[in-house]
């Protein structure tokens, strides 16, 4: 389709009946609850989320760099640990994170419970291990009732991240305006969150970013059309991305796509953290994945359509 002929059809409002269903053929789906969860575990997950005895020294828990006031991310360009730290990757958010089908930017770990055991371990981030986190938590009795009413065996390591990894079932962002959207309700987004998510589908961006996470649910190589690497300089480690997983040489510089439904509220972007804005973001993108350059007007409403993918977080059992 010539491009001046597409101008003139995504101005043009479609009918209301256009969008009823609209998710059931198309690349997104709604953000769904997770029901079945054990509410005592869920508190006591929390707790522990937000407990920095987790750490070698008391001064980092999960909420340091996944801090769930600012999107379930620390907003830095990589993230600090112990010590003061810097480690060597962007904070993933934590939100929707139970959709993931992996988890962390190389996919190391396969599950949320193997996921929250990752950084108690990492010399950076945490610098700990289980035999002094659970002498630490041992002392604290009234955390003692918790785990004792909870499992058999009292405070374990297992039981530590199992509880974690249920809290972290309960952060969802639930009800955006475009879920709405798609349930229906055609006045939920604005008409250039509309054309944005034409855009988004027609430049291709949907081929990765899709599914109820919008993303999360593959592998895919940074660089397809451009080699971003040697444009950047400066390689570390973690740009070998699943390569440090596989050994493999085809997983290098492959990383799970990341969800999009929290874009608007987690910069910086990328794995390494180097772009500091949205458009920063859509047009790195456009040139090294999808070979091209995108308009600033169409850049402004693919990130009119990402804003509307924010959804509502209520803590467990306030919903």
Same mark, same amino acid.
């Not at 389709?1 to 043009?12: E, H, I, K, Q, Y």
């Not at 308009?295 to 509307?308: G, M, T, Y």
């Given at each position: 389709?010539?491009?001046?002929?597409?101008?003139?059809?995504?101005?043009?409002a479609p009918p209301a009946s256009a969008y009823e269903g609209f998710w059931r053929s198309g690349p997104i789906a709604p953000l769904p609850p997770i029901a079945g969860l054990n509410a005592q575990k869920v508190q006591l997950?929390?707790?522990?989320?937000?407990?920095?005895?987790?750490?070698?020294?008391?001064?980092?828990?999960?909420?340091?760099?996944?801090?769930?006031?600012?999107?379930?991310?620390?907003?830095?360009?990589?993230?600090?640990?112990?010590?003061?730290?810097?480690?060597?990757?962007?904070?993933?958010?934590?939100?929707?994170?139970?959709?993931?089908?992996?988890?962390?930017?190389?996919?190391?770990?396969?599950?949320?419970?193997?996921?929250?055991?990752?950084?108690?371990?990492?010399?950076?981030?945490?610098?700990?291990?289980?035999?002094?986190?659970?002498?630490?938590?041992?002392?604290?009795?009234?955390?003692?009732?918790?785990?004792?009413?909870?499992?058999?065996?009292?405070?374990?390591?297992?039981?530590? =991240?199992?509880? !974690?990894? $249920?809290?972290?079932?309960? &952060?969802?962002?639930?009800?955006?305006? +475009?879920?709405?959207?798609?349930?229906?309700?055609?006045?939920?987004?604005?008409?250039?969150?509309?054309?944005?998510?034409?855009?988004?589908?027609?430049?291709?961006?949907?081929?990765?970013?899709?599914?109820?996470?919008?993303?999360?649910?593959?592998?895919?190589?940074?660089?397809?059309?451009?080699?971003?690497?040697?444009?950047?300089?400066?390689?570390?480690?973690?740009?070998?991305?699943?390569?440090?997983?596989?050994g493999r040489d085809q997983d290098r510089h492959v990383f799970k796509v990341p969800s999009l439904r929290t874009a608007a509220q987690t910069a910086p972007y990328f794995h390494d953290g180097t772009q500091e804005t949205l458009?920063?973001?859509?047009?790195?993108?456009?040139?090294?994945?999808?070979?091209?350059?995108?308009?600033?007007?169409? =850049?402004?409403? !693919?990130? $009119?359509?990402?804003?509307? &993918?924010?959804?509502?977080?209520?803590? +467990?059992?306030?919903?």
């Open positions: 389709m010539r491009r001046g002929a597409l101008a003139v059809t995504l101005c043009l997950g929390e707790r522990l989320f937000h407990d920095t005895r987790l750490s070698r020294d008391d001064t980092v828990s999960c909420a340091t760099c996944h801090a769930i006031e600012t999107g379930g991310v620390d907003g830095d360009k990589t993230a600090t640990g112990i010590d003061g730290v810097k480690g060597p990757i962007n904070t993933p958010t934590v939100f929707n994170s139970a959709y993931n089908f992996v988890q962390f930017w190389n996919g190391r770990a396969d599950t949320l419970e193997e996921q929250a055991a990752g950084p108690v371990h990492n010399p950076i981030e945490m610098g700990s291990n289980w035999d002094e986190v659970v002498a630490k938590l041992s002392r604290d009795v009234e955390l003692m009732k918790s785990f004792d009413a909870l499992y058999g065996d009292g405070v374990t390591g297992n039981n530590i =991240v199992d509880a !974690i990894a $249920e809290y972290e079932r309960t &952060l969802l962002t639930l009800n955006s305006p +475009f879920d709405r959207f798609l349930m229906g309700d055609v006045n939920a987004i604005t008409p250039e969150a509309k054309r944005g998510y034409d855009l988004f589908q027609s430049y291709g961006c949907s081929a990765c970013h899709q599914g109820v996470n919008v993303g999360g649910n593959m592998f895919q190589a940074l660089g397809i059309m451009g080699d971003y690497f040697s444009d950047r300089g400066d390689l570390t480690d973690a740009d070998l991305g699943r390569h440090q997983v596989t458009v920063d973001a859509v047009k790195t993108m456009a040139k090294y994945q999808l070979g091209r350059e995108i308009p600033d007007a169409d =850049v402004k409403d !693919i990130i $009119e359509f990402l804003a509307s &993918l924010a959804g509502e977080y209520r803590r +467990f059992g306030e919903r």
